[in-house]
């Protein structure tokens, strides 16, 4: 608890500075010199947009340099000290483990307004469904979609890797405690893009759910052959995400070192991305701006 209870007064303390735009300027930096970069997938489009702002480069030229080696191995290369900013979804337990056991304290900002959603085949009836209703779904408790209002069909329920983004998500902000049915092997995809693809090309059509987050599914990976599904009568969109309104909503988090240096490179990254200007970029990558 003492831990969680730092990092929010953490990010009150930057929340704080990045009010007020005279405090925050830009900072510069030469491509060469700019600090190592990691994170999930999915946010690699702000990761190389703010690159480009901050080194006054190219987008092209910040590709070349920014690597992100998804969720877990950053977190991993951060706690070993092989990279030193990341942008990915929160910590999982495990992640969490680790930095423990290498006694380093580990920073997690949120920086942007995200949201979990849940997506199935277009050509399944179902546009709704109820938090419960998806927490019985994946123990197993529904198996079939006319359980739900749908077609009398199998549900298949598609999940990811463990210490994925989407998974740690998925265990926290959805199951809550409650332990999710073990899929078969061909459920656990393990690409994010792999995972869209299946849902509209299943052989079954309609059977078959999964998740993801919004910006992935709509922005980085977007297929007309699926939908979201609205979740207890809330449709995910940038409005219902930033009003909080529909109830999955989430963040993507800026982590770092707590030993990183008061007015080193890194927390001067970090309070700009805070300010209005540092919003207005996040916003202009395609994101959900903090509110």
Not at 87 to 116: C, D, Y
């Amino acid at each position: 608890m003492k831990k969680i209870i730092h990092v929010c007064l953490i990010v009150l303390l930057f929340s704080a500075c990045a009010s007020d735009p005279v405090q925050v300027k830009r900072p510069v930096f030469d491509l060469e010199e700019y600090v190592r970069v990691d994170g999930s997938t999915v946010t690699i489009p702000f990761s190389e947009a703010l690159c480009a702002k901050l080194t006054d480069s190219s987008l092209e030229a910040c590709r070349a340099k920014i690597v992100h080696t998804k969720t877990h191995q950053a977190y991993v290369n951060l706690i070993n000290k092989n990279t030193d900013l990341i942008f990915v979804t929160a910590p999982s337990s495990e992640e969490l483990e680790l930095a423990r056991q290498r006694n380093v304290e580990i920073m997690v900002v949120p920086f942007t307004a995200e949201a979990f959603v849940f997506l199935t085949d277009t050509d399944n009836p179902v546009e709704d469904l109820t938090l419960d209703q998806i927490q019985k779904i994946y123990t197993g408790e529904l198996q079939r979609w006319s359980e739900v209002g749908g077609n009398d069909l199998p549900i298949h329920a598609y999940q990811r890797p463990v210490n994925s983004g989407s998974q740690t998500g998925f265990l926290e902000l959805v199951m809550k405690g409650k332990t999710p049915m073990t899929p078969l092997t061909e459920m656990i995809p393990a690409g994010m893009d792999e995972l869209v693809e299946v849902l509209a090309t299943f052989k079954t059509e309609e059977s078959a759910i999964g998740y993801s987050y919004y910006y992935y599914v709509t922005d980085m990976w977007k297929n007309d052959g699926v939908k979201l599904l609205k979740v207890d009568g809330v449709y995910p969109d940038k409005a219902t995400i930033s009003a909080k309104t529909y109830p999955l909503t989430t963040n993507y988090f800026m982590v770092f070192r707590n030993d990183e240096k008061e007015k080193g490179a890194v927390r001067k990254i970090v309070n700009w991305i805070l300010s209005p200007n540092g919003q207005q970029l996040v916003e202009d990558s395609g994101y959900v701006k903090l509110q």
